[in-house]
């Protein structure tokens, strides 16, 4: 037996999002003031009515093991949110708190995939599905969508992508990077392709309440029985509650699934933090207008970032109708000099514009689209504000 590594763990390469992010905070602490639309992270703080209950969980001394998919009562306010938020009905037995939204999907991808399986991803996409499905034995499978389609995936595409090895799809929205929404009528199309080929649907909806004009959030799974029995719903409280700290996620599934990923569970990691449960569980059934407020103010800095972006030369943006990213087309500055040199690539363009102008942005390379950027929005107006300028006067210095 040789000394050697994991061939699985191998494969997986490390979050380019918490990459730059870590760059970005690395030089803010050599004192440079660096704009970072990297990391889609909220800059407000958990509002003060959860940071207080998760104290008071600490003093009563809610610190121990919990049981290890959740605890009931967090369970029961996932369950009420589901039925009245997204139309869902989910028992406690159906329910899993996880540690994040990532963990979640880590869970549902050990439950449901058997080596060599496929799962359909279309992209641009979060950079980890694909990582979080190789560890698990799966293969994905990209399926690209284009501008002109709103970066979504069509029924025939999903079909055309569909065979017998395929075990399920991922679908997200509102959308990592790109920030579109699937409608009702779209996803109606995709859920008859999702039960002909009998399939599952990973439906990912952490940015569910991250809206801003007057697109509704429609959950496949209530599209009709046959669907919702392919449906693995997942979400969690990092986004919307600006909890991104606190790691707290959950599921809804079909009660063989539950049981699944709460026995993988309680082997990975117990249980999730017991406090962060406690605080969770304040977060959905406490006032929700912190919530509110956040979300107009993620509106307003939408509208402004799109209204900047729109008006810069060799760029090309639509405009974003929910969570907090602008996807942005800069293939057409590859070609362009800057100092004499060409840029090449969106890593090369990433590194300029850290390096000589101090704006983190995220090349989209491992989204599966080398010619975009995201820019979260998370940020303030006044930071988007300088970044921008700044990415501004990096367009004027190209010829
Ligand atoms: N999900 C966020 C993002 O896409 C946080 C960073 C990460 O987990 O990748 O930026």
């Known amino acids: 037996m040789s000394l050697s590594l994991s061939k699985k763990a191998s494969q997986v390469k490390p979050s380019s999002t918490l990459a730059i992010t870590a760059k970005a905070k690395a030089l803010r602490a050599q004192g440079v003031d660096v704009v970072g639309f990297g990391a889609g992270e ?25 049981p290890a998919s959740g605890i009931d009562e967090l369970k029961q306010a996932v369950s009420d949110k589901f039925r009245t938020f997204n139309h869902l009905e989910y028992g406690l037995d159906q329910i899993v708190i996880s540690n994040g939204g990532k963990h979640s999907l880590t869970n549902i991808f050990t439950a449901i995939i058997n080596d060599g399986d496929e799962v359909i991803i279309p992209a641009p996409f979060w950079l980890s599905y694909p990582e979080i499905v190789k560890l698990a034995g ?27 090895k395929t075990k399920a799809f991922i679908l997200n929205t509102p959308n990592n990077p790109t920030g579109m929404i699937y409608s009702r009528q779209e996803l109606e199309e995709l859920a008859k392709v ?45 986004k919307s509650y600006a909890m991104t700290g606190w790691r707290i996620g959950y599921t809804g599934a079909s009660k063989e699934i539950t049981k699944l990923m709460s026995s993988v569970q309680s082997h990975e990691t117990s249980n999730p933090n ?75 363009l990433a590194t300029i514009l850290l390096e000589d102008y101090s704006v983190a942005v995220v090349p989209c390379t491992d989204f599966g689209f080398s010619g975009y950027i995201r820019l979260s929005y998370a940020i303030s107006m006044k930071q988007i504000g300088k970044g921008i300028d700044q990415i501004e006067t990096f367009l004027k210095e190209l010829n």
């Open 194 to 238: 999702i039960v002909e080929k009998d399939i599952y649907v990973v439906a990912d909806e952490m940015y569910e309440y991250l809206i801003y004009g007057n697109d509704e959030h429609v959950s496949i799974g209530s599209l009709g029985q046959d669907i919702y029995e392919r449906t693995i719903t997942c979400s969690g409280l990092s």
């Open 42 to 66: 909220p800059d407000f703080n958990t509002p003060d009515n959860i940071n207080q209950v998760a104290v008071e969980a600490i003093h009563s001394g809610f610190t121990k093991y919990t």
């Open 274 to 348: 017991s406090i962060a449960q406690k605080a969770a569980l304040e977060a959905l059934t406490g006032p929700q207008d912190k919530v509110e407020e956040m979300i107009a103010e993620f509106g307003k800095r939408k509208n402004y970032i799109y209204d900047r972006l729109k008006v810069l030369p060799y760029v090309n943006v639509i405009e974003p109708k929910g969570a907090f990213y602008a996807f942005v087309d800069v293939s057409a500055i590859f070609d362009k000099e800057y100092q004499g040199k060409k840029i090449g690539d969106v890593n090369a």
């Open 138 to 164: 799966g293969i994905p499978v990209i399926v690209e969508t284009t501008m002109e389609e709103n970066f979504k995936i069509t029924p025939e595409k999903l079909a055309a992508a569909c065979n017998e």
